[in-house]
T-cell receptor, first 109, second 116 residues
């Protein structure tokens, strides 16, 4: 079993829809949770960063962490075609990050 | 803005060749990382370095070595390339000390390596 599980999709939604992405994990020591966005032929860039459980909002993006369920989510409101990318969850307990496989999202105009 | 550059975007090598992948960061970051990215497997850490001449193995170091002679430069070396090393290789750097990856990692654009 992988340490971090993420449905690879692909996910296709119409413009303006809410995109919901999630990851589950098995290592209860994880305390730092991140979402990276990766456009085609580019390196990943940090989108959201959360410490421990709770919610964090940044513009159209909301990250949620439920440590009791070992489950994290990313919501994108009012999705735009420019949000079309691969979204990777990542988490850490210390010196290294563990990544999910990434979910490819396409937002149709 | 932090900039992480990688020497090549695409590389084609033959089985058995020695391959060098170079990564340079311009923000005086302490930590540098090498990952490979494969479909369905996400990013897997090969090696990382938290200081000049210091290195630590990641999750999949077999078949790879690294070199960090200067703070800004971190090289990944495939001593004898094999077809199962065909992959996207990503370099990253971060600021915090002692190899803590909780600080933001900034990624380069990646090198797509094909080994024939």
């Amino acid at each position: 079993q992988k340490e971090v599980e993420q449905d690879p999709g692909p996910l296709s939604v119409p413009e303006g829809a809410i995109v919901s992405l999630n990851c589950t994990y098995s290592n209860s020591a994880f305390q730092y949770f991140m979402w990276y966005r990766q456009y085609s032929r580019k390196g990943p860039e940090l989108l959201m960063y959360t410490y421990s459980s709770g919610n964090k909002e940044d513009g159209r993006f909301t990250a949620q962490v439920d440590k009791s369920s070992k489950y994290i989510s990313l919501f994108i409101r009012d999705s735009q075609p420019s949000d079309s990318a691969t979204y990777l969850c990542a988490m850490s307990a210390g010196y290294k990050l563990s990544f999910g496989a990434g979910t490819t999202v396409t937002v149709r105009a | 803005d932090v900039k992480v550059t990688q020497s090549s975007r695409y590389l084609v090598k033959r089985t058995g060749e020695k391959v060098f992948l170079e990564c340079v960061q311009d923000m005086d970051h302490e930590n540098m990382f090498w990952y490979r990215q494969d479909p369905g497997l996400g990013l897997r850490l090969i090696y990382f370095s938290y200081d000049v001449k210091m290195k630590e193995k990641g999750d999949i170091p077999e078949g790879y070595s690294v070199s960090r002679e200067k703070k800004e430069r971190f090289s990944l070396i495939l001593e004898s390339a094999s077809t199962n090393q065909t992959s996207m290789y990503l370099c990253a750097s971060s600021l915090s000390e002692a190899g803590a990856s909780t600080d933001t990692q900034y990624f380069g654009p990646g090198t797509r390596l094909t080994v024939l």
